[in-house]
């Protein structure tokens, strides 16, 4: 399985920086699987995450940053040792080359960059792939570009902010099923690129998509129009080379805290005949309140399945929704479940357990959760995972000194089973606790993949911070060791929790869920680290 790296779209946290490179552990303990670990790799504070491209020809690719320098780098996934490493280039004629995405394309790793020229006059995206024995670079090619009228990026601006503010805006990426074409669609009318994104974009998308082949040729250019004023946060999926069906939020404009801002007012599933140029849209309706955010697929029956949650204006979660629509948008089915109070009260802590034995009619609120992504089961139907997520900052004085430290809360997983035809087939809370300050939630969250129809989720604990109510994986107190476990979700929604490995208690060693890989081959590739050392595992699924 290759991924195409968005980091926006991909991580809820916009501004999630992080560390990596890669040390070996010994494993202790008795466990039903057994993941084996690479030799030992020194690692700096000064390095991001390393950006998983995939697997390709027997090689595991990533991406990491240090010190302002990008490095491709490949492992072998038999003994997990680096092969090759290479530093890419950061200028193009003399102006900063900005990552854009990473991937597996034509099984070679892949890179989409983009690089301003110097005349500020206007923006241009490069494809370069790799060799995957040595990562000797190839030819550099333009695929497309786009005039600019507005000013120069910020210099206070990270690599990753003029990435998002100018070559990102209005722009749409998508690497087909079968990795063999590239569809780079790009807005051809773009002004200062953090003034449109401030304002909402501007009012009518005039945009174009250029088909890429393996090669790196533009094959072909379709122009299209998107006739929707201040249309955001859109998701896309090219059903054919003739139909792009596009999702997101038509906002209005509101005042919150005496300033205006651009706030969703209604979300719309668009089908555009790339052909024709004719649209058809129709409105997402959750059933009850409004919708929160949701995620759709093309089903291979060429449906569309529309899946998410809603939420009431405050912000409360109501319930989960799915509607599935003919290729022409006619609504073939709609199921909506509100969540029941047997759900919410299992994510109770004790706190509020014991709050609600002095009013029994109290119900906290079920806020804080996100959508977090959506995992295919081998049954034809999907699973929807939201996680609850907050964070707290305490300013204090010591000293005459004023300081402040932020936590970082990520907790329990709502799953939620919707079968192939769209109807509401299970929910299920996974009770997780992890908490951590001044780190971005660096090791917190979760990796998913599915295998069958069971779905399986790895994550971190502290013995500290366990929750016990699972059969098994949290007898034994051992002080502060931290467990990578794993719970196992059946295909009629029965829990089952697992200690996978266990580092010794002088490691302190994590795994980075987001860093995690299903690859090819049916095993996972797994990346431990911690402020000074990492590891690559490998375990078969």
Request: net charge negative; proline share 3%; with cysteine.
């Amino acid at each position: 399985m290759s991924y195409i790296w968005d980091p926006y779209k991909s991580n809820p946290n916009l501004m999630k920086f992080i560390l990596a490179v890669l040390l070996a552990v010994s494993v202790t303990g008795s466990f039903t699987q057994s993941v084996t670990w690479g030799p030992e790799y020194k690692a700096s504070n000064k390095v991001k995450d390393p950006i998983v491209l995939g697997y390709a020809d027997g090689r595991y690719f990533i991406l990491r940053n240090q010190y302002k320098k990008n490095y491709l780098e490949s492992y072998d996934v038999n003994t997990l040792t680096q092969q090759s490493s290479v530093l890419l280039q950061n200028d193009h004629e003399g102006m900063m080359m900005v990552i854009l995405s990473v991937f597996i394309f034509n099984e070679k790793p892949t890179i989409l960059f983009g690089s301003m020229d110097a005349e500020l006059k206007g923006l241009h995206y490069f494809l370069q792939s790799f060799d995957t024995a040595d990562l000797q670079a190839g030819q550099l090619t333009e695929v497309a570009t786009r005039p600019y009228k507005g000013s120069a990026p910020h210099s206070l601006l990270s690599p990753d902010m003029v990435g998002y503010y100018y070559f990102r805006t209005d722009m749409i990426f998508y690497l087909d099923e079968d990795k063999s074409e590239i569809v780079l669609g790009l807005n051809k009318e773009l002004f200062d690129a953090t003034a449109t994104t401030q304002t909402g974009g501007n009012s009518e998308k005039n945009m174009e998509l250029s088909f890429i082949n393996t090669t790196f040729e533009v094959t072909s250019k379709v122009p299209f129009i998107l006739p929707f004023e201040h249309f955001t946060k859109f998701q896309y999926r090219l059903a054919d080379n003739n139909r792009l069906i596009i999702a997101g939020s038509q906002d209005k404009l509101e005042m919150k805290d005496k300033r205006e801002v651009w706030v969703p007012e209604k979300y719309y599933l668009v089908s555009m005949d790339l052909t024709s140029g004719e649209v058809q849209k129709v409105q997402i309706d959750p059933g009850y309140g409004i919708v929160k955010s949701f995620l759709f697929r093309i089903q291979d029956n060429g449906n569309i399945l529309v899946s998410g949650i809603s939420c009431t204006e405050e912000g409360t979660l109501i319930g989960s929704f799915s509607h599935v629509f003919k290729d022409d948008l006619t609504l073939v089915n709609k199921s909506v479940n509100e969540f029941e109070k047997d759900l919410i009260t299992s994510t109770w802590s004790e706190k509020e357990e014991k709050e609600a034995e002095k009013d029994e009619n109290a119900v906290p609120a079920f806020y804080d959760y996100y959508l977090n992504g959506m995992v295919s089961t081998a049954d034809g139907g999907i699973v929807l995972f939201i996680e609850q997520y907050t964070t707290h900052t305490h300013t204090y004085v010591s000293n005459g000194t004023t300081s402040s430290s932020t936590s970082y809360i990520f907790g329990d997983v709502i799953a939620i089973k919707f079968d192939q035809d769209g109807n509401f087939a299970w929910n299920v809370a996974v009770r997780k606790n992890q908490m951590s300050a001044n780190d971005m939630g660096r090791y917190s969250s979760f990796f998913w993949y599915s295998k069958d129809n069971e779905v399986k989720l790895i994550f971190n604990e502290q013995e500290d911070d366990m929750i016990e109510n699972y059969s098994d994986g949290t007898g034994d107190q051992k002080g502060k060791r931290v467990f990578g476990n794993q719970v196992t979700i059946s295909a009629n929604g029965q829990l089952k929790k697992e200690k996978l490995f266990e580092f010794p208690e002088s490691k302190f060693m994590k795994i980075l869920p987001g860093s995690c890989e299903v690859t090819d081959d049916e095993f996972i590739v797994l990346y431990a680290r911690t402020k000074s050392a990492a590891v690559l595992g490998k375990m078969k699924i």
